[in-house]
Structures are given as C-alpha cells and as structure tokens.
C-alpha cells in the first residue's frame, strides 16, 4: 500500500458520497421533469416497483427485455435442456446437436428467410476463405456487413416480418453473426492444411449457429470455442445445478437493479432533450453521466451475463463480465476490461495482424486508428460514432505514448530519484482523472448522441454559462408550470464556469482514479498469488 490507509478511506468517502449526492440530484430533477416526461415520452407505469414510474427510452433494454421475456428466454432454457442432455448422454456428439437446436431456433424466430439469409453469410464466407486470403476473407466481411445498410436491401427484408421489432431482430442477429464468420474464416486462412479438419464447414454452422451468443454475443473467438467445445470434461449434474442456481440469482439481482435505476432516474429520456440538460445543475448534470454510464454496464452485466451462465453451463469459458465503469481509470483499461470478447476480437484480427505495438510509430498510430474505424462501422457507422471512435482513438494513443515516454530508461531513472513513490501514484491519479474525463465524454457521445456530448462539453469545459436554473426554465418549451421548481440555493452547489465547474469533476474523478488503481493493484495482487500457489 503506497498511500496512507487515511488517505485511501477519504478518497472512498468522496468516491462513494458523491456519487449518492449526485444519484439524488439526478433522481431530483427527474422528479421535477416527470409531468413533462410522461407527457412527451410517455413514461411506462412501474411494475416492479409500485408508485413509481418507468423511463422506457433506452431503447436497447426495453428491446431485450421484451423479446427475452417473450420467446428468447425459453429458447436459451430449450438449448439449456438439449446441452445438458447431450452432455449426458451423447458427449461426443454434442456441437452437432447443439448446431441443429440452433438452426431450429433461428428458423422458429426469423423465419426461412432470415435463416436463408444467415445460411447464405456463412457460405458466402467460408467460400472466400478457401483462397486463404485474410485481405480477401476481409474484404468480404465488409461487403456483407455494407448489405445491411442497402435502401433496397433494408426495405425488402422489412416486408418478411409483420413488425419492426422483427426485423431489428434480423438486423442485430446478421451484425454479430458477421463477426463469428470473420473469426471463422480467419483462423481458416491461418491454419495448416492438415488442421483444416478442425475447420469445416459443419464446424462453421456449429460455431455461427450456437444459441446462447446468437442474437447480441458475446463474442468468442473460434480458435477459443472449438478448443473448449472438442474438450470433454468430467460432467456433474450436482455442479452445474450450483453453477445455474448462483447464476441466476446473480442476473435476477443486476435486473432488479437496472429496472431500479430507470424507475427512479429518467436518464434516457432526460438525454432525448437538450434544454433540461442546459438547465439542470452541475450536480444534477453530473449525476445524469454517472447514472447513464453505469446503467450501461448493469444493463450489459445482465445482456452478457445469460449468455454466459449458459457457456459456463455448456462447458465452456465466457469471456469476462464487464468491469465497473466507476473504477475505470484510462481508456486502455476500458477496452480491456468492458467487452472482453470484443476486445479479443479486434486485437486478434486487426491490431496484430496490422502491426499493432511491435511496429513502428507510424504502424502502431494506423493499425490503431484502423481498429477503431471498423468498430465505428461495425455499430452503425452514424457520425456520432466517428466522434467516439476518434476520442478513442486519441485517448488510446495519448496514453500509450505517455506510458512509452515515461519508460525511457532516462526520464524512468529521473522519476526515481527525484520523486517519492507517493507523489508518483499522486501523479499518476492527476493524469488518470483528465484520461477519465475525456472517457466519460466519449462515453456520453456514444450513449446519448453528438448533441449530449456538445452540451457536457460546453458546460464542464467551455464556458460554463448554462447554470443559471431560471434561464433555461423560460427556454423550456413544454408546458411545465405545474411543475414544482426545485430550491436550488438550498442544496451543495458547484461554481458555475471555468474553471471551477472543470476544477471541481476533475478533483472528484482524481478520488475516483485513486480508486480504480488502488483496486487494480490488489486485484494482480491477488491474481499472482493465486499463480504461485496453483
């Protein structure tokens, strides 16, 4: 422990009071706008918790919930039953029944002609991996990932289903299973010929077809499935019982804790308005972002934690759940630790193959910028996502280079001298809060849209000229005098304008990167003690 045990305790008391301090205020002007809300969005009547009422507008949540609860659910419990008893009974046969369940299930959900066209992607692309080009294998992922954004194309698969949500099934479903054809398709190109029995086309449908990451991942590369799904392990019903009950119990929490925060702050409906944003406090403001990103990383504990219950269950290694965003502290560490598979994906098949950090300056600076590009592509390719891929970008590199220029032996031996190790973690923690800073940013931008993050922009770093709370009511255009105005002058304020507003974040996301370092230590800490002894 480098800093003082005082130390540390004040920083978690800061950490944690101002995050509750803010989740009040965000829950306050959530109050304050809720005739507005309902009136505008029309705010869903809660249902888990009575008397209050349900902000819908996350449009991803309410989706999966909605189609889990309706028919995806008891299809994973289906392919649950069929792994189980395959594993039971037929161990060595069990990718080609678990392909098979999943064919079915596909062509139950999306019709013949979603399963057609999912059929027809993984054909097409393990017909161009027979050239053993990776650029060729590419080329083609990208073309078929572009026929999803076709006028044509998009308004012919629209007429196959009775309703939108339908085809936004098909649309997310083919987005990801593109991806698991990519992955395929290049381990194929990277093999010998004498392993490409491992890589056949029906190992293909069982890889691309598999139900628990069909519809929204995670994603598993297929050098990691086929490995872990030839392997035949000890089977024991009674563990796998434990294994399920615990996992559910688990998921049923982090739902009940998405479903809380949504009933208590109108995060997403509050971002779908530019003017109560202007108008809120700092505090207020301030809670909305951490609300927002950290229902962001519950919302995808839950959307990754089902699939993953059921690879545990298959036997197989998920990739890790998503870290906590509040102990996050570079935009390194973000990518790392949110989407794990992911993560694997664009290292595996475009960081490294590209040059990654073994090139030279230039190399590292494109295959960088390269990845992020595609992954901007990869989820929609609007112009918000430019911007978040670019501020991605530019942290990744940012940090990267500060970490290379402080590793010269000469600057590393100067620090040494001259700096005591705890001004060096003091240092680091200063320079992790401006890193996090922009990571929040970049965050807003890609959750809320170009004009949420312009508005975070301006009032925590510009000018800061929005905070006056009455300004902005007489710009409120909605009918609101019913409203009952809250007393600001009552409650903790933050200087409005620069540079108290940005002074102020800043010194509580440097107690917030004190933190996630501290935490990131014990937990290598741990690991490595686990590694000796194992």
């Not at 161990?91 to 999912?118: D, N, R, S, T």
């Not at 694997?344 to 590292?364: C, D, E, K, M």
């Amino acid at each position: 422990m480098v800093l003082p045990p005082w130390e540390l305790c004040l920083y978690g008391l800061l950490t944690v009071g101002s995050h509750l301090y803010a989740f009040y205020e965000a829950h306050q002007v959530s109050r304050k706008y809720e005739a507005a809300m309902d009136r505008r969005f029309g705010l869903d009547p809660g249902t888990l918790f009575e008397g209050l009422k349900k902000d819908p507008m996350d449009f991803e949540w309410s989706y999966w919930v909605e189609w889990g609860r309706e028919r995806i659910l008891w299809l994973l419990a289906g392919h649950l039953l069929v792994s189980q008893m395959s594993r039971l009974l037929v161990e060595k046969y069990k990718p080609w029944c678990l392909m098979v369940y999943g064919m079915a299930a596909c062509w139950l959900l999306l019709g013949i002609k979603g399963f057609a066209v999912i059929l027809l992607h993984a054909a097409i692309s393990f017909a161009v991996a027979q050239f053993q080009l990776s650029l060729l294998t590419w080329l083609c992922s990208l073309i078929l990932l572009a026929t999803l954004r076709i006028p044509a194309v998009e308004e012919t698969k629209r007429r196959w289903y009775d309703t939108e949500n339908e085809y936004y099934l098909l649309l997310f479903t083919v987005s990801v299973r593109c991806l698991f054809c990519t992955s395929f398709s290049l381990e194929y190109c990277w093999h010998a010929p004498s392993q490409k029995s491992s890589h056949s086309f029906p190992w293909m449908l069982a890889y691309v077809f598999y139900y628990p990451t069909f519809h929204n991942g995670p994603l598993v590369n297929f050098d990691e499935f086929s490995k872990q799904m030839r392997r035949q392990e000890a089977f024991s019903v009674k563990t796998n019982l434990i294994i399920l009950i615990v996992g559910i119990i688990r998921i049923f929490f982090w739902w009940c804790l998405a479903e809380l925060m949504i009933h208590l702050m109108y995060i997403h409906a509050l971002y779908s308005s530019a003017l109560p944003l202007e108008s809120a406090s700092y505090w207020a403001l301030g809670g909305l972002a951490l609300a927002q990103v950290l229902f962001f990383y519950v919302k995808y504990l839950v959307l990754y934690g089902v699939p993953g219950l059921l690879l545990q269950m298959d036997g197989l290694k998920p990739p890790a759940l998503p870290c906590c965003v509040s102990l996050m502290h570079s935009f390194t560490k973000m990518w790392r630790s949110f989407d794990v598979g992911l993560h694997r994906f664009l290292v595996r098949y475009i960081y490294v193959p590209v040059g990654g950090s073994q090139s030279s300056l230039l190399g590292t600076l494109f295959s960088t910028a390269l990845t992020f590009a595609f992954v901007s592509y990869w989820h929609g390719g609007q112009s918000y996502l430019w911007y978040w891929g670019a501020l991605n970008w530019l942290g990744v590199i940012v940090e990267n280079g500060t970490k290379r220029m402080l590793s010269i032996s000469l600057i590393q031996g100067l620090i040494e001298r001259f700096l005591s190790p705890r001004f060096r973690r003091r240092l680091h923690a200063v320079l992790a809060s401006v890193s996090t800073s922009m990571l929040i940013l970049s965050n807003l931008i890609f959750l809320g849209g170009n004009q949420v993050g312009k508005i975070y922009w301006n009032r925590i770093f510009m000018e800061g000229s929005a905070s006056d709370s009455s300004k902005g009511e007489e710009k409120f255009s909605w009918d609101c005098k019913e409203l009952e105005v809250l007393d600001e002058d009552s409650r903790l304020q933050i200087p409005a304008g620069w540079p108290w507003a940005t002074l102020t974040v800043l010194g509580f996301l440097y107690c917030y990167a004190h933190v996630g370092i501290e935490w990131e230590q014990k937990c290598a800490a741990h690991r490595n003690d686990a590694n000796h002894y194992s």
